[in-house]
């Protein structure tokens, strides 16, 4: 086995996949609910985390049960194989997923403006790689589908580097899971040369002086070159199959995202980091720094924006995944459970 290979299959979080077997409630009488997200500590899925955390499901009668997973893509793979009622994704991979025959249905937005993201390189690097142009022929640590369906991280990632001048077949993509593990473990043992992440993993790979920050996608007029800036990064989704059988356990769901979102609108950076369980200090103060100086990351309202949805279909079409100008985003989505906004 290719050793980067092997080194990216031992971060990959081991869980239980034993098919979801239809039991709804716990000893004590709630409402199970399993959910599958990338992570863990990925910031678009930050307001999932801290369901069970504040509160919200038990004081709704209901266990929340987080699975975790190294892409976005195998949280939805996962769900659609019945382990889980409901996964949290990037959007725009629902379309795939559609075409294949997947009744997949996004019935909430976790994100406001984009999360902070970027392209961190290795330190030993630094005098090699100047610049994005500088990536070319090299190799770039991402999280990763399937052979049917790209990752968000890898459209955003390909649309951004084709802006720059940068051709797909000019670097190598290599599978790394969408944690801290994953990130670091890329990174420090070279199996890549940089990574394209979220944070705050791209502030703790500084902090552990294991690589620096090429390029900033919150910083003015770098995110300017992808089209579509305020799409939808990520949503709540289930299928069709699940709204129609249980509609009741979908507007639970979102009912405790509504309660997470707006109780982290009301708390500020501050607290919400002390309810997590960090135990480094320096983590704490990186998220809260990062929590700070994105105040918008998160919307403190759960309906969809119709203006975030036409910017998220204009993205699309920038990143070759709408190339049918009669197909309508719209038929990805429910929302009547959250609602819908100008």
């Not at 330190?123 to 090299?138: E, H, P, T």
């Not at 960090?278 to 119709?306: A, C, N, Q």
Request: charged content about 20%.
């Amino acid at each position: 086995m290719n050793p980067s290979r092997r080194n990216i299959l031992k971060l990959l979080p081991v869980m239980t996949m034993a098919p979801f077997c239809g039991a709804f409630a716990d000893e004590t009488g709630n409402s199970l609910i399993r959910i599958n997200i990338a992570g863990p500590r990925s910031l678009p899925f930050l307001p999932v985390e801290m369901i069970p955390v504040l509160g919200i499901d038990r004081g709704l009668n209901a266990q929340l049960i987080i699975r975790y997973f190294p892409s976005g893509v195998r949280a939805l793979e996962d769900m659609l194989a019945g382990n889980a009622q409901f996964s949290a994704q990037g959007f725009t991979v629902l379309h795939s997923f559609h075409k294949a025959g997947k009744h997949v249905r996004a019935i909430a937005p976790l994100s406001g403006l984009l999360p902070p993201f970027g392209i961190v390189v290795r330190n030993d690097l630094r005098q090699q790689i100047k610049s994005v142009a500088g990536l070319k022929g090299r190799s770039i640590g991402i999280s990763v589908g399937n052979i049917t369906s790209k990752t968000y991280m890898q459209q955003i990632a390909e649309v951004f580097l084709r802006a720059q001048g940068i051709h797909l077949d000019e670097v190598r993509w290599v599978a790394t899971a969408q944690n801290w593990e994953g990130q670091f473990g890329a990174l420090s043992s070279k199996s890549v040369e940089a990574v394209f992440c979220e944070e705050p993993f791209m502030s703790g790979l500084v902090r552990r002086k294991t690589g620096f920050v090429l390029s900033d996608f919150s910083k003015h007029g770098v995110m300017g070159k992808v089209p579509g800036t305020g799409h939808l990064r990520a949503t709540l989704t289930t299928t069709a199959e699940n709204l129609q059988q249980h509609m009741h356990r979908a507007e639970l769901m979102v009912d405790m995202l509504r309660q997470s979102l707006a109780w982290m609108a009301k708390a500020g950076a501050a607290e919400i980091v002390s309810r997590l369980d960090l135990k480094v200090m320096e983590e704490k103060i990186e998220l809260v720094d990062v929590l700070t100086k994105h105040p918008g990351m998160y919307s403190g309202d759960v309906s969809f924006s119709r203006r975030q949805v036409e910017a998220t279909a204009q993205f699309m079409r920038s990143a070759g995944i709408l190339v049918d100008d009669g197909f309508d985003i719209n038929t990805l989505i429910v929302s009547n459970i959250a609602g819908a906004r100008s």
